[in-house]
T-cell receptor
Framework: EAGVAQSPRYKIIEKRQSVAFWCNPI?????LYWYQQILGQGPKLLIQ????????DSQLPKDRFSAERLKGVDSTLKIQPAKLEDSAVYLC?????????????FGQGTRLTVV | GQQLNQSPQSMFIQEGEDVSMNCTSS?????WLWYKQDPGEGPVLLIA?????ELTSNGRLTAQFGITRKDSFLNISASIPSDVGIYFC???????????FGKGTSLLVTP
């Protein structure tokens, strides 16, 4: 079974530029998450989708971050414009049921460096 | 939001030693999860706990769901170099649909 796929693996941009990340979840998983992991911290939830609907985006900085999952499968996360503090690893995860207690499967992440 | 506090922050041990780490919460959880993250990779689920007092093993790993439902423990027996990584505890968010993570315990194992 293929895992969660993310691209790119690494990205370096200048502040105020825009960037987009892509994620393809495990086949059949209705729930997709985007997490932000700052160095030395645990992952922090940005947004959760159930199929193509948003379940929780309370911690997404909506003035600069946006995410979509148009067909209920793959998803993109965009940052525009980027700030220095956005430097982090962006992890995509998916789960079958969408209940946190069932755990989630993570991709390798995209490491973003904003200079 | 719910805070998860992990200790110790880091551990440096010799191969063959046993390791113990814990996680405490500011609120009650119905589920505890333990993940391991290798450098450059995403977290991987190790053990899931669903009942207070539950003790679950996965090979050399054993985790326990505290009876107060506000803590959990992870033990690794006879550590080996591939146990190196960061271990995170996690529990469901208030909505129940996502996970809150602790800050992690970094484990280094010397041969």
């Amino acid at each position: 079974e293929a895992g969660v796929a993310q691209s790119p693996r690494y990205k370096i941009i200048e502040k105020r530029q825009s960037v987009a990340f892509w994620c393809n979840p495990i086949s059949g998983h209705a729930t997709l998450y985007w997490y932000q992991q700052i160095l030395g911290q645990g992952p922090k939830l940005l947004i959760q989708f159930q199929n193509n609907g948003v379940v929780d985006d309370s911690q997404l900085p909506k003035d600069r971050f946006s995410a979509e999952r148009l067909k209920g499968v793959d998803s993109t996360l965009k940052i525009q414009p980027a700030k220095l503090e956005d430097s982090a690893v962006y992890l995509c995860a998916s789960s079958l049921t969408g209940f946190g207690g069932d755990g989630a499967f993570f991709g390798q992440g995209t490491r973003l460096t904003v200079v | 939001g719910q805070q998860l506090n992990q200790s110790p922050q880091s551990m440096f041990i010799q191969e063959g030693e046993d390791v113990s780490m814990n996680c405490t919460s500011s609120s009650i959880f119905n589920t505890w999860l333990w993940y391991k993250q290798d450098p450059g990779e995403g977290p991987v689920l190790l053990i899931a706990l669903y009942k207070a007092g539950e003790l679950t093993s996965n090979g050399r790993l054993t985790a326990q769901f505290g009876i107060t439902r506000k803590d959990s423990f992870l033990n690794i027996s006879a550590s080996i170099p591939s146990d190196v990584g960061i271990y995170f505890c996690a529990g469901p968010t208030l909505s129940g649909y996502a996970l809150n993570f602790g800050k992690g315990t970094s484990l280094l194992v010397t041969p």
